[in-house]
C-alpha cells in the first residue's frame, strides 16, 4: 500500500500531550497546575499567596478552619481555668460576664478546681465512691519496694540455710547424710524380716555414732529392727560404748513394751538374751540402772530368766553381786537378781561372801515386814554358801532370824547354818 504523502504548508491538527491535558482538567478542580519546585519560585517572585489559597480544595479549606476554630475554644477554655484574681488571667478571659461565671468556681493554689457549684447532697453522694484517707491506709507498692522484698527474702533464706550448714558442719553430719539415715529410720520403723541397710551396718563404727543413731529414730523401731540392731552394735561395739548402747535405746524400749502389753516381746527377749554376750555392757547398761529404777516384779522375773539360761563370766558376776548389794534404797526386786546370781553356784570370791552377808544382816535394824522373795534369797545364799562363812558370821546371821524368821523358810535357813562340812565334828556353836 502506498504511503500518505503529507501536503506541503499545510500545518495537520495535533492533540495535547496526555500530561499536559491531566493537568488542566485538574486546574479547574483547584489542585495546582505546576510542580512543587516551580510553584515555589513563583511565590518568591511574585509573592502572591492568594494563588495558594486559589489552589487548596474548598473541602481541605473547610478542615483547616474547624480545627482552627477548635483550637481557639480550647484556648479560651484554658484561659477559664486561671486563679482568679489575677490581672493576666482575667485579661485573657475576656469580657466581664465571663468573669461572672468564674465566681462560683473555687480554685486552690495550685490553679487546680476544688469545687464548682456542687451541693451539700452532690458531695455525700460523691464521698461514698471515694476510698477514706486515713493514717494507716496501706501505701501502694512500688517497683523497689518489691524488689527490695525479695532481696530481704533472699537474703534470710541464705542465713538461715548457712545458719544449717554451719550447725551441721560442727556436728560433722552433712544434709545428704542426715536424708540417708532418716529414710533408714522409716524402713526400720516398718522392718519385719530382710536384710538390712548397709549404711546402718557402718554406724557403729563412726565417731559419732551416738548423733547419726538419733536421726533413725530408735523408739520408733519394730522389735524386729532392734533385734537386729543389738546384734550389730553388740558384735561391732566396745564395752563402753555398747553399755550406752543398751542403757539408752534397748532398756527404755523393752520397759515400755512390757508396761504396754504386759508381757514381753520375743525379739525383745531375744535382744536382751543376745546382749549378755557383752556382760559388763549388760550388767551396766541392763541390769544395775534397771534394779536402781524400782523396777516392776515383771521386768524382773524377765531379766532374771535370761540371767539364769545363759553363761556369764564368774568375775563379771562377783562384782554384779556386789554392787546390788551396796545399792540404797533396797528394793524388794533387788533381792530377785541377788537369788539368780547367787543360784548359778558360783565361786564367789570371800569379799563377795562378805558382802552379801553384810547385806543380809542390815536388815536386823529394818521393822517391815521383808517379802518372801527376800527370804528366799537367803536361803539360797546360805544353801550355797554355807561352808564359805566363818563363826561370827554365821552367828550374825543366826541374830538376824531372831528378827526375821519365816514360818516355812526360816527353820531352813537355820538348819543350813548349823551343818557342819564332811568329816569335821559339829562345834559347840553348831550344837548350841
Known amino acids: 500500500m502506498p504511503k500518505v504523502k503529507k501536503e506541503k504548508g499545510s500545518q495537520a491538527k495535533r492533540h495535547d500531550p496526555l500530561g499536559n491535558e491531566i493537568l488542566h482538567d485538574e486546574a479547574t478542580a483547584g489542585l495546582r497546575t505546576t510542580p512543587r519546585v516551580k510553584r515555589l519560585k513563583n511565590d518568591k517572585v511574585d509573592g502572591g499567596e492568594e494563588d495558594d489559597m486559589k489552589m487548596i480544595p474548598p473541602a481541605v479549606s473547610r478542615k483547616i478552619l474547624e480545627a482552627a476554630r477548635e483550637q481557639k475554644e480550647e ?17 485573657s478571659i475576656g469580657s466581664d460576664d465571663e468573669v461572672e461565671e468564674m465566681s462560683d468556681v473555687e480554685v486552690d493554689e495550685g490553679g487546680y478546681i476544688i469545687h464548682e457549684s456542687m451541693t451539700a447532697e452532690d458531695e455525700r453522694a460523691l464521698e461514698m465512691f471515694l476510698p477514706k484517707a486515713s493514717d494507716n491506709a496501706p501505701k501502694a507498692r512500688t517497683l523497689a519496694d518489691v524488689i527490695l522484698e525479695k532481696i530481704s527474702e533472699k537474703e534470710t533464706q541464705q542465713q538461715t540455710q548457712q545458719a544449717e550448714e554451719e550447725r551441721m ?13 532418716c529414710e533408714i529410720g522409716v524402713y526400720l520403723s516398718r522392718y519385719k524380716a530382710g536384710k538390712i541397710p548397709k549404711a546402718f551396718k557402718v554406724i557403729a563404727n563412726l565417731r559419732n555414732w551416738e548423733e547419726v543413731l538419733y536421726l533413725t529414730k530408735p523408739m520408733d523401731w519394730k522389735p524386729a529392727a532392734m533385734y537386729q540392731a543389738v546384734r550389730i552394735f553388740i558384735s561391732n561395739l566396745n564395752p563402753r560404748m555398747a553399755q550406752r548402747f543398751l542403757n539408752l535405746v534397748l532398756l527404755p524400749a523393752v520397759r515400755e513394751d512390757v508396761d504396754q502389753n504386759k508381757r514381753l516381746n520375743f525379739n525383745y527377749y531375744q535382744a536382751l538374751k543376745k546382749s549378755v554376750f557383752k556382760p559388763a555392757a549388760f550388767f551396766k547398761g541392763i541390769l544395775l540402772p534397771l534394779s536402781a529404777e524400782n523396777c516392776t516384779l515383771k521386768e524382773a522375773v524377765i531379766v532374771s530368766s535370761i540371767l539364769a539360761k545363759v553363761s556369764i563370766p564368774v568375775m563379771h558376776a562377783a562384782a554384779t553381786l556386789v554392787k546390788l548389794c551396796q545399792q540404797t534404797p533396797w528394793y524388794g526386786t533387788t533381792s530377785i537378781f541377788i537369788a539368780t546370781l547367787v543360784n548359778k553356784k558360783y565361786a564367789l570370791p570371800l569379799r ?17 515386814v521383808l517379802p518372801v522373795i527376800w527370804h528366799r534369797s537367803l536361803l539360797l545364799f546360805v544353801q550355797r554358801y554355807k561352808f564359805d562363812l ?43
Open 75 to 91: 484556648d479560651e477554655n484554658d484561659g477559664e481555668n486561671r486563679i482568679p484574681g489575677d490581672t493576666a488571667s482575667i485579661a
Open 390 to 432: 566363818d563363826d561370827a558370821q554365821r552367828k550374825a546371821l543366826k541374830d538376824l532370824l531372831k528378827v526375821h524368821l519365816h514360818e516355812a523358810i526360816g527353820p531352813e535357813i537355820r538348819r543350813e547354818l548349823m551343818a557342819t562340812k564332811p568329816g569335821e565334828a559339829p562345834s559347840s556353836m553348831d550344837i548350841g
Open 352 to 368: 563377795t561372801v562378805e558382802a552379801l552377808c553384810q547385806h543380809f544382816c542390815a536388815f536386823k535394824e529394818d521393822d517391815r
Open 169 to 181: 558442719a560442727v556436728s560433722g553430719l552433712s544434709p545428704k547424710v542426715v536424708e540417708t539415715y
